[in-house]
């Protein structure tokens, strides 16, 4: 088998299971898995990466330098801010009500 | 294979697998954080291996890019207030997009100018720019659209769907040449140009209320381009990377969608948007009864269970934390208050728990809207803060009302009916809203934070 068909059979399956884990994430956390695959498909910073150290010549290197730039930008700010969101999600337990706890 | 090059497979399967630990922990609020946690902890061993890799002759580029990314995306993680979600997500779909770009650019141009690329390689090449560059621009409109830059109202002239069809028929007649013959630059450039100018032609005519499914489509189309990357460069974990953020915006966009009563295919061709529906105007001129504030708060002093229905009204007052004191009272006095969340409060899929999270109510009491729904009957009073056409039971019972099919919220049948509404103008969809004219309904007229600052103030005085 060669090797685009293998890689589409990783492809296939991976959205598969990308279908399957995401359907089960409730609506609470909606805005948070969106910024959280954000984060995750900023994984291009791999190809970037490579880019723009492969000292092919000027013009790839600024193209991999500004690739990694906003590759970075997504890795850095997606993951904290779905950090800074989810850290806000907490439960409110029997008693004092809402904030109760403030 | 070298044990450098087998360090990096392995950081590769490792971070595979955490990134899909990290989306499958997100099932479960107290486990989320962690999770994501995890992820990032893959992410850090992506990145690792790859600098490993033998291709990698000079560093200054690499730190270089590194730094900027991470000096600009620190403020955008840890100041961006939860209000400005929207654009801020609608501006990281721009930036990644643009790495996936930038890349496809280059290998095309490292290849011989196209002279040296594979029938095969060049088919992800060219989903990889085409997805990427319109990602880029629409997302860009989207942004600007959200953060108060452009009118958020649908742009619209003459001849629009035609030329967007004719940018997009362009784009892949020459992606399809360009698999034929890759060995044209000017092609392979103005495909580009294609895709970018069709990026902005498909956000254009998108009014502010159908941003939750741009949003959700543009996540989707970012996710293709970083797989496409990976098809285009043999790298298995961005296929896997970017097909998991292309399911979730696929997802995402079929979640918003039905819950916004739009067929699927308006959706997956950019469609939407249109003005819409004249509604009946009729109505207009019908009684509506209003309610004092201290009579407000006196239904709300006595009730066992209130259901708080925010809609975006409620976000465009910053109202969250006046909604939270109400709250308070309420449970102060021995009620129970839930908050029932329509998939598309807000601008943005889960956007409204977000804010009510981020004003310290806790998530247990926000509810999804098939949960919620048997409740109604239960509660004492229903208070509508600044929704409408999600709690319009036209969408039951009307067929021929334009928002007719749309799944609502059931606040009707709620023993009292209290509405936080800054006039009587219609909703989004521009349908009268038979709820305001119910026999249980009682009109509260003014702005949503000041109105809830005066019920918090009687509540107390109560």
């Known amino acids: 088998m060669n090797v685009e068909l293998l890689q589409l059979y990783v492809f296939v399956l991976a959205g598969f299971v990308g279908f399957l884990v995401i359907s089960r994430v409730p609506a609470l956390l909606h805005t948070p898995l969106m910024s959280a695959t954000n984060a995750i498909s900023a994984i291009s910073l791999v190809g970037s990466l490579v880019l723009a150290g492969s000292g092919r010549d000027r013009v790839a290197s600024v193209l991999g330098f500004l690739a990694v730039t906003s590759a970075t930008i997504n890795v850095v700010g997606g993951f904290l801010i779905t950090d800074r969101m989810l850290r806000m999600f907490r439960r409110g337990g029997p008693g004092p009500g809402p904030g109760g706890r403030r | ?462």
């Open chain 2, 1 to 462: 294979m070298t044990s450098r090059a087998a360090l990096t497979d392995a950081a590769y399967l490792a971070a595979s697998i955490l990134f899909v630990l990290g989306l499958r922990s997100l099932t479960l609020p107290d486990r989320a954080r962690r999770g994501m946690q995890l992820a990032a902890i893959g992410m850090l061993l992506a990145i690792a291996g790859t600098l490993l890799k033998r291709e990698i002759v000079s560093y200054g580029w690499i730190l270089a890019g590194l730094a900027l990314g991470a000096g600009i995306g620190w403020p955008l993680g840890t100041r961006v207030p939860m209000t400005a979600m929207p654009q801020r997500i609608a501006i990281s779909h721009m930036f990644g997009a643009v790495a996936a770009t930038l890349v496809g650019v280059a290998e095309f141009w490292h290849a011989g100018r196209g002279a040296a690329v594979a029938q095969v390689q060049m088919v992800a090449l060219g989903l990889e720019v085409l997805f990427g560059s319109l990602t880029v621009t629409g997302s860009f409109l989207a942004f600007g659209k959200l953060q108060g830059l452009l009118p958020a109202r649908p742009l619209t002239f003459p001849g629009q769907n035609l030329l967007s069809l004719s940018l997009l028929g362009g784009g892949l007649g020459l992606f399809g040449w360009l698999v034929v013959a890759p060995a044209h630059p000017a092609a392979f450039l103005a495909m580009v140009g294609l895709g970018l100018a069709f990026g902005i032609s498909l956000v254009l005519p998108i009014g502010g209320a159908d941003m939750p499914v741009v949003i959700s489509l543009l996540n989707s189309y970012a996710g293709l381009a970083s797989a496409a990357t990976g098809f285009a460069i043999g790298n298995e974990v961005l296929i896997i990377a970017g097909a998991l953020d292309g399911a979730s915006g696929f997802l995402l966009s079929l979640v918003m969608s039905r819950a916004m009563n739009r067929p699927f295919r308006n959706v997956l061709f950019g469609a939407f948007g249109a003005a819409p529906p004249p509604g009946a105007e009729a109505g207009a001129a019908r009684p509506v009864r209003s309610i004092t504030v201290e009579d407000a708060a006196l239904q709300l002093a006595f009730a066992r269970l209130v259901i708080v229905v925010p809609g975006y009204g409620l976000a465009v007052a910053q109202a969250q934390h006046q909604v939270r004191e109400l709250a308070q009272l309420v449970e102060r006095n021995g009620g129970t208050v839930l908050f029932a969340i329509h998939p598309v409060a807000g601008r943005m899929p889960g956007h409204m728990n977000v804010l009510l999270a981020e004003a310290d109510v806790p998530y247990d009491r926000l509810k999804e809207m098939d949960e919620i729904n048997p409740e109604f009957e239960r509660a004492d009073v229903a208070l509508v803060i600044g929704a409408n056409d999600v709690v319009n039971p036209a969408a039951r019972s009307d067929r021929g009302s334009p928002i007719s099919g749309m799944p609502i919220l059931d606040v009707d049948r709620a023993r009292q009916v209290i509405v936080l509404k800054r006039s009587m103008a219609p909703g989004f969809a521009g349908v009268e809203n038979e709820l305001f004219h119910g026999e249980r309904t009682a009109m509260l007229f003014g702005d949503a934070r000041e109105t809830l600052a005066a019920l918090v103030q009687a509540m107390r005085q109560a």
